[in-house]
């Protein structure tokens, strides 16, 4: 059985950073890409981030494009997500996903894309 274990999330002041975690078990790790997204209050989950299944290849959304770096341990089965210069608008609950397909080679930012998911962490970024 799939299963993703996110941590890292908390509360920061704006222009702060945080690092999140995802430790994945249950699927050969290194074959599948990973995504972040996150879901703020009255709003629809969006992407954040996602990293190819060999870490070559990377893609972030334009409203953390500069900001976000997303990297994997595929030794760990542990993909991260670092945050810098953290808005109040970054506020929302952080989850980790894995690609249902292995060796994709084009990045995808769909959600539906992508079959299992962790339970989410909580960022909250104060003004």
């Known amino acids: 059985q799939v299963q993703l274990v996110e941590s890292g999330g908390g509360l920061v002041q704006a222009g702060g950073s945080l690092r999140l975690s995802c430790a994945a078990s249950?699927?050969?790790?290194?074959?599948?890409?990973m995504g972040w997204f996150r879901q703020a209050p009255g709003k629809e989950r969006e992407f954040v981030a996602a990293i190819s299944w060999s870490g070559g290849g990377t893609y972030y959304a334009d409203s953390v494009k500069g900001r976000f770096t997303i990297s994997r341990d595929n030794a760990k089965n542990t993909v991260y997500l670092q945050m810098n210069s953290l808005k109040p608008e970054d506020t929302a609950v952080y989850y980790c996903?894995?690609?249902?397909?292995?060796?994709?080679?084009?990045?995808?930012?769909?959600?539906?894309?992508?079959?299992?998911w962790g339970q989410g962490t909580q960022v909250t970024v104060s003004s």
């Open positions: 249950g699927r050969t790790f290194s074959r599948y890409m």
């Open positions: 996903a894995v690609d249902k397909r292995p060796l994709r080679v084009v990045i995808t930012t769909q959600s539906g894309e992508y079959d299992y």
